[in-house]
T-cell receptor, first 114, second 113 residues
Framework: NAGVTQTPKFRILKIGQSMTLQCTQD?????MYWYRQDPGMGLKLIYY???????DKGEVPNGYNVSRSTTEDFPLRLELAAPSQTSVYFC?????????????FGEGSWLTVV | GDSVTQMEGPVTLSEEAFLTINCTYT??????LFWYVQYPGEGLQLLLK?????DKGSNKGFEATYRKETTSFHLEKGSVQVSDSAVYFC????????????FGKGITLSVRP
């Protein structure tokens, strides 16, 4: 029962490098999300997708890009890593974006930019 | 816009103590309210939820009641265990189209044996 799977779990990047955080879900959810969690703060929404081929910005999209070519996968791309992007990243999914529907989270990806 | 305010932490309790974690919110209409828990090194898990006023969510001995009149959703447990040590997040989802989860800052609970 995999649920939401993120890779890698830990990564150290140098300033200016690029990388992709992978996310896949096996629950056939149409909605997928990327959040970041900074120390002492709640989660902030970076991007979300309501279905394959459709993506939209959340609260803090600058410095990131996403794509949704399949229902299962929702990768997050960092093009020019900056120290401000040091954070824990969570991918999540839900069946519908209706009030009360549960959002399921992956285990997180710890990213450090030095 | 929507917002969630949680009490300041961290909180340290002895095993079997009573727990209350305060959460208040600001939102239009009738949002759904959630408590998520994050155990060390893991992702967030839904602990409980309530979708309308006066609903009580409960799970694993935790309870929270949706209080529209005080815009609150306080989390309680009668007797905490060491295994309850985690970070607890209060969150809401509004009623607007494509509304998303808005989280509080989270509070760390440590339970001593």
């Amino acid at each position: 029962n995999a649920g939401v799977t993120q890779t890698p779990k830990f990564r150290i990047l140098k300033i200016g490098q690029s990388m992709t955080l992978q996310c896949t879900q096996d629950m056939n959810h149409n909605y997928m999300y990327w959040y970041r969690q900074d120390p002492g703060m709640g989660l902030k929404l970076i991007y979300y997708s309501v279905g394959a081929g459709i993506t939209d910005k959340g609260e803090v999209p600058n410095g990131y890009n996403v794509s949704r070519s399949t229902t299962e996968d929702f990768p997050l791309r960092l093009e020019l890593a900056a120290p401000s992007q040091t954070s824990v990243y969570f991918c999540a999914s839900s069946y519908h974006d209706r009030v009360g529907n549960t959002i399921y989270f992956g285990e997180g990806s710890w990213l450090t930019v030095v | 816009g929507d917002s969630v305010t949680q009490m300041e932490g961290p909180v340290t309790l002895s095993e079997e103590a009573f727990l209350t974690i305060n959460c208040t919110y600001t939102a239009t209409g009738y949002p759904s309210l959630f408590w998520y828990v994050q155990y060390p090194g893991e992702g967030l898990q839904l602990l409980l939820k309530a979708t309308k006023a006066d609903d009580k969510g409960s799970n694993k001995g935790f309870e929270a009641t949706y209080r529209k009149e005080t815009t609150s959703f306080h989390l309680e447990k009668g007797s905490v265990q060491v295994s309850d040590s985690a970070v607890y997040f209060c969150a809401l989802r509004g009623t607007g189209a494509n509304s998303k989860l808005t989280f509080g800052k989270g509070i760390t609970l440590s339970v001593r044996p």
